[in-house]
DNA sequence: CGAACCCTTGACAGAAATCAACTAAGGTGG
DNA sequence: CCACCTTAGTTGATTTCTGTCAAGGGTTCG
């Protein structure tokens, strides 16, 4: 682990309560790896025996069923993921990749699950923490039961927007693919679907998006702080939408 | 509070670890009430200031956007709902409203708030508890993405079947309308499509659900520990499937 | 007994997946 | 540096799935 790791992870709002020397201890048992680009970093069903912290890079959490496959959220740094599974001891029910080159610390879950009933204040901060990943996950079953594609597009697009200082023009955060699978709907169709939102206020070209009418956008839109979250709130657990820049936020 | 309510809640995975004296106080806060068929218990967006357990009847936890709804889970005894909400002070994602008369109790959300930064076991206890809910969430968000109506419908059927005891003969816990709500179609929809899965190996006939060929039906289902779960993990937080009968899994 | 309401069925329209072909861009290796 | 290959993205044609609208039968409950 290098000498700038520790102040980064410590940062994190899941670590930050906790007492000093149970942080030490816990980074004691950790390491640190660099990983080259579309590692498989987890599979589906493995035992749960790290929590994983994304320092720089960006990790893909997916899911597979009957050959199917489908991506449940992309993380960034500086954030933890699949911290569930390490608390509850029980098989990742998502599997993570790498999406470019990455930089992880991987701390053993036995010794997470330890010092959480010994440590008051970090057992506040994973409460918070999973709570927040646990609203983030409503929010997201009740965008895919309650719109269809089209409005989830127009959504994220202007979600996007919002995130990075409702400005009128950004980069998408991954390609197309990727943010397809992430909506629940083929890449031809989102193709398709970006090309009819031209007339609702939003155009995409390339992987730059331009917010044309956003009174317009905006009304298709019809944005609810309770489905797209007035702020992400497990932003520190990367559950949530696939984001420009998540430190930001943060910070 | 009737005195063989307090039992009943003591007995909860998320109550009975913390300190008798701590758990006294927090029912001391808390009352009960019975409540009429179909009465709305809680309006997405309210602010969350009580937790509720169910002790009879049974709730339906639903969301709504743009004039549509979807119902997202169903809540039947004794089982606690919303804890996240109440855990971070922040406004319900989810709706909730009685489906037949029903007894609940409300506990303070500050109370709780309080005691958990007081009492280890019981902090513990909600870590635990979210955990699972989480993780159900997940499953939930999984089977939504990555299996089209049909097969949502057959592994619901198969499901149930199995949390009754591998039966091959049960009776639906929730009328139609609901159940297709909670499965993400239209009454219409389940309906043929529950035809159609006569040729599958099961055979609805009103309420009553026949299993006539097992293996058949299981190939079509391909049911997968990381989707219908292994058993429920979150039953006492009742964001699972709408179940027969929630109490007899966890006895 | 009547009024809701649930469920089902049919006809139709719209949404989305699939299959196939083609373009463009990026990376590799000669 | 260029030829080649791979892959993302797009577009079109088609099929499949799903929602919508409308109507009718059955049940429950006041």
Redesign the pocket.
Known sequence: MRPDDLPEIRHLPLFQGMALENFEALMEKSYAQNFPAGLELIRQGDPADFLHVVLEGSVELYASWAGRECTMAVVRPVSTFILAACIKDAPYLMAARTLGRSRLILVPSADLRQIFRRDPEFAVSVIDELAACYRTMVRNAKSLKLR???ERVASYLLRQSRLAGDVASYMLPV????LASYL????????????TLESAGVK?D?MRVIITDRAKLNALVQPDLLIDGPDPEAISAGIGLPMINAASYRR
């Open positions: 269809n594609s089209r390609e197309k693919r990727l629940g709907m083929t890449p031809e169709n989102l193709s398709r679907t970006l090309r995409v390339g």
